[in-house]
DNA sequence: AGGCCGACTGAAAACGTTTGCGTAAATAAA
DNA sequence: TTTATTTACGCAAACGTTTTCAGTCGGCCT
């Protein structure tokens, strides 16, 4: 079978590759009756120009990578939603990376990067990265660069996030408005920026509201599920004191439950528990639980229209352009005053 | 900043670029010398190779497409983290494509892909696909194929599935144990393979069991999730005998939850519920819910395996190395016997 | 008639890499 | 010594596309 590219398209037609190619692109430069003439051939043909070729012609791949720490997550599931619908509708093709959080397979990925196989890139940070080094280095190749949700500092440019500090602060104002005293925060890594704004909003609400904060109620949780649901039910054991918890991560919320099940801790009776969460079936679960949820879909739409806004004007993404989009707290049973 | 690439490289070396580039590939033509001259210079300078000519001129991507119907659905976002980790073991790219299980979205993606981007596809077809031409054709530009979970039966190549019919059956007869006799069948779309198989593992439990198969007990789902709610509301209450129902697919099981809630009807005292999920909060819900549970994330491994075991031996795909892995029952409070 | 312009097309270079082939020197075999 | 063989490297073509440049042809203006 012949390869079907524009070089056996002009050999059919009795033109040349370049007329071919300019019909097909549709420059003015060529007739109509030839356009006609070519574009029923590729067509009938089905002809679909080498994008390898073309990319490495016009030095642009129309594709953006997203590097982020797991999909297994509706939060990250849901921003994937959004920048697929974004990237497709400007006609770019979406490569994902996974960092399961780890240092290490970031940096690879971001080195892999540098050989042009993408034109942007949107990154959340993973978990266990402290040093920027690598993403600094890939920022230097040219590489426009978009951050969402957890997101870089030291790196100038744009940023989508929701607004973390506000949220951290309401959910914990809203545990104390329902009568919790002493109040946990759940956070899975604090040198993350977002854990740390939620964790400055739990402090302020706290002291806003009289309370003293106790460093021995913020739990530091792990990757592994197992090992957190040994920390909270060593917590709660620990101080059985606590009548509020307030999860920054999903996981958290859930292993929460998990252990307050186990230990015969009723909710909301004894311990009223918050999280943030874009599970759907929060309203579903026994009791339903109240949470903080982020705008994901929104976000990801967002961060890529924003990438490639910047990737086709071929102008440098300023912090400027960042983005910051409300989380809503949906209040259920899990916060239910006694 | 001049490029850095094998030109420029070689320049600095005063070498080849056919040295040059042999040498980072650690061609045997090459002194081990100026192997560790080439290696110094192109790590100093991080050189990374431009994989658009690469893959032009190898005519190899490195690269595998993934086209789903949703990635905000657990089973899905599971698939792509075993893709994910097999194409990254094998040095493999991941391009995500979406369909929303649209017909006409599914169509423009494939005809996309025709243009050499990818070295092969890993494919759950739309819910909306009754043709099946445009697979057929990318199938005849030699492009590998593999289908997994919602398979395409008209394609020969391998397909990697759940065994859909004794799950089915499974489910079904897990509700007559429990003492169910009216037994609803929610499912999504009767033309997809899967649905089939589930539905034929339906009324195949009930036959065995002396049971009559009522067609009025079985429910199409649609796209559009309060339309289902809609749909199982009239159907609960134009049957009150109903006292069991068997969910194919995860989302119409939560929409059956919550138009039990809304009905005042009791899971599982008068109500018993199961239904195909991934979900990881299954055993949080209230009440926790029996679930057919498939191995998602073995799946997507397995299917990419594979399809990168063939790409890399450029072998056709036969459809006897198909996979069927076995999906589990997880009893909770759902089907609880009274 | 000569010059000019616009419409259309083709030749060829370029993107960065890989690779078949050639070749020179060095080594081994005869 | 001559003749193979090996080693190490360079030349140049090729992958399929885009784009610059040059060219042809007819028509229009002075």
Redesign the interface.
């Given at each position: 079978m012949t390869p079907v590219n524009l070089k056996s398209l002009a050999e059919q037609l009795h033109l040349s590759i370049a007329t071919v190619s300019r019909a097909l692109r549709d420059s003015h430069e060529v007739s109509e009756a030839t356009k006609v003439r070519v574009r029923a051939l590729a067509t009938a043909l089905?002809y679909?120009?080498?994008?390898?070729?073309s990319?490495?012609r016009r030095n642009v791949?129309k594709?953006i990578g997203v590097v982020i720490p797991?999909?297994?997550?509706?939060f990250f599931?849901?921003a994937?939603?959004g920048i697929?619908?974004a990237a497709?509708q400007s006609g770019y093709?979406?490569?994902?990376?996974?960092t399961h959080d780890d240092y290490a397979r970031e940096v690879a990925i971001v080195?892999?990067l540098?050989?042009?196989?993408v034109d942007g890139l949107l990154m959340s940070v993973a978990s266990g990265t402290e040093d920027f080094a690598h993403i600094k280095?890939l920022k230097d190749t040219n590489l426009p660069i978009v951050f969402f949700d957890r997101v870089c500092a030291e790196v100038a440019t744009a940023k989508v996030t929701t607004n973390d500090y506000e949220s951290g602060y309401q959910a914990t104002e809203h545990l104390l408005q329902a009568g919790c005293r002493t109040i946990a925060h759940l956070l899975i890594s604090n040198n993350l920026s977002i854990g740390q704004f939620r964790q400055q909003g739990y402090l302020d609400a706290l002291t806003a509201h009289g309370l003293t904060p106790d460093p021995d109620l913020v739990l530091n949780g792990v990757m592994d599920n197992e090992q957190n649901v040994a920390l909270i039910r060593e917590l709660l054991q620990r101080r059985p004191d606590i009548d509020g918890i307030f999860a920054s991560v999903e996981r958290l919320a859930?292993s929460a439950?998990?252990v307050c099940k186990e230990l015969g801790r009723r909710i909301p009776e004894d311990i009223k528990i918050i999280g943030f969460s874009n599970?759907?079936?929060a309203s579903?679960?026994?009791?339903?639980l109240s949470t903080i949820t982020q705008p994901a879909y929104d976000i990801g739409r967002e961060a890529a229209k924003i990438l490639i806004r910047a990737v086709e004007k071929k102008k440098d993404i300023l912090p400027s352009q960042s983005l910051v989009l409300n989380s809503e707290l949906f209040q259920r049973r899990s916060t239910a005053s006694n």
């Open positions: 089905n679909e120009p080498n994008a390898y070729a990319s490495l791949s594709t797991k999909v297994a997550n509706h599931a849901l994937i939603n697929e619908e497709r093709h979406v490569l994902i990376y996974l080195q892999h540098k050989g042009g196989r280095s859930i439950y998990h599970l759907e079936a579903l679960l026994d009791p339903p």
